[in-house]
C-alpha cells in the first residue's frame, strides 16, 4: 500500500506539535518561495507540520504565503491537510474554547493572491466550491473527536478578513447577519489553494473569544494566546485521533477539483 502523506498546518498558537518530537527540518522550493516544515514517520503516515506564522508567529496573516505553502505540500506528495485556525466567535452556540470542524467560508479578504489560475497559457479556470472543506477530512476528524469523547461543532461559517487588525462591531454585526459564525485572518486564501490544488483540506477553528462588540471588552492578541494554550492539550489529542483514522482512498471531489492544477507548480 502506498504511503499516505498527510499535513497538519499549524494556526496562531500551534507551533510544536506534540507528535512531531522526532521531525526533521526540510526545506522545500517551490516556483513562489521556499517553505520550511518538519516531517516524521506517525505509524503508517508520513506527516509534515508547516507552521503557518512562521517559527515563534514572525509572518502576519495578510503575509503568509499561502501559494508557497500549498505549493510545497503538493511538491512533498501530500493529498491530506488538516489546518488549524483561532477565530473570534459570532455565535453564542460556539463559545470561547469551542473546537469548530467548519463546512463554509465567506471572503472578505481584499489584497491577497487568491488562486493558483492566474490566466497564464489561457487557462482560466472556475473551481466548484459548493463543498469549501472535504467532507472525508471533516467526517475523518468529527468520528475522531466522537471516539475521544471530545464536544466538537459540526459545522460553521468562517467569516476570513484581511487583519491584521481585529473587526469593528459594526463589521461583526454585518457578519452576523450573512450568517457568518465565526471570524479569523487566515483561512482564505489557504482553502481556495488547497482545492485548486486537489488537496482534501479541512479545518478545525477554535474559538479563542467572542468578537469585537460582543463581550463588550476590547479583544488583544494575548488573550487568543491563552485560550489557545488551554486547548492545545486537546487539539493534539484531536489531531492524533484523526490522523489514524485518515483514508488513503477518499470518496470525495477534491482530487477531481485540482484536475487544472499545473504540475510543477
Ligand atoms: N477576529 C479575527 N481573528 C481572530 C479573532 C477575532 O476576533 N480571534 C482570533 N482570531
Given at each position: 500500500m502506498p504511503e499516505i502523506k498527510v499535513a497538519i498546518i499549524g494556526g496562531?498558537?500551534?507551533?510544536?506539535?506534540?507528535?512531531?518530537?522526532?521531525a526533521l527540518e526540510i526545506l522545500v522550493d517551490t516556483p513562489y518561495g521556499s517553505v520550511s516544515m518538519m516531517e516524521c514517520d506517525y505509524k503508517e503516515l508520513k506527516v509534515y507540520f508547516l507552521a503557518r506564522h512562521g517559527g515563534g508567529h514572525s509572518v502576519p496573516p495578510h503575509k503568509v504565503n499561502y501559494k508557497a505553502n500549498i505549493a510545497a505540500l503538493k511538491k512533498v506528495g501530500v493529498e491530506t491537510v488538516i489546518s488549524t485556525a483561532a477565530v473570534g466567535s459570532l455565535n453564542e452556540t460556539m463559545p470561547p474554547g469551542s473546537m469548530v470542524v467548519i463546512d463554509q467560508f465567506i471572503d472578505l479578504t481584499k489584497?491577497?493572491?487568491?488562486?493558483?489560475?492566474?490566466?497564464?497559457?489561457?487557462l482560466v479556470v472556475h473551481t466548484d466550491f459548493t463543498d469549501p472543506y472535504c467532507p472525508e477530512v471533516r467526517k475523518t476528524i468529527l468520528t475522531a473527536g466522537s471516539k475521544i469523547k471530545q464536544d466538537l461543532v459540526d459545522g460553521g461559517c468562517y467569516v476570513c478578513t484581511e487583519g491584521p487588525r481585529f473587526e469593528t462591531p459594526a463589521e461583526i454585526k454585518m457578519m452576523k447577519q450573512w450568517g457568518g459564525d465565526l471570524v479569523g485572518m487566515t483561512n482564505v486564501p489557504e482553502v481556495v489553494l488547497a482545492r485548486e490544488a486537489g488537496l482534501c483540506y479541512s479545518t478545525i477553528a477554535l474559538s479563542t473569544n467572542y468578537a469585537?462588540?460582543?463581550?463588550?471588552e476590547p479583544l488583544t492578541h494575548r488573550e487568543v494566546l491563552e485560550i489557545m494554550d488551554q486547548v492545545k492539550p486537546d487539539l493534539d489529542q484531536l489531531l492524533t485521533a484523526s490522523l489514524e483514522h485518515i483514508k488513503s482512498e477518499p470518496k470525495c471531489s477534491c482530487k477531481e477539483a485540482g484536475q487544472y492544477w499545473p504540475k510543477g507548480s
Open positions: 496562531t498558537g500551534v507551533y510544536n506539535q506534540s507528535l512531531l518530537s522526532d489584497q491577497r493572491s487568491l488562486t493558483f489560475f492566474e490566466g497564464d497559457r489561457g469585537a462588540g460582543i463581550s463588550g
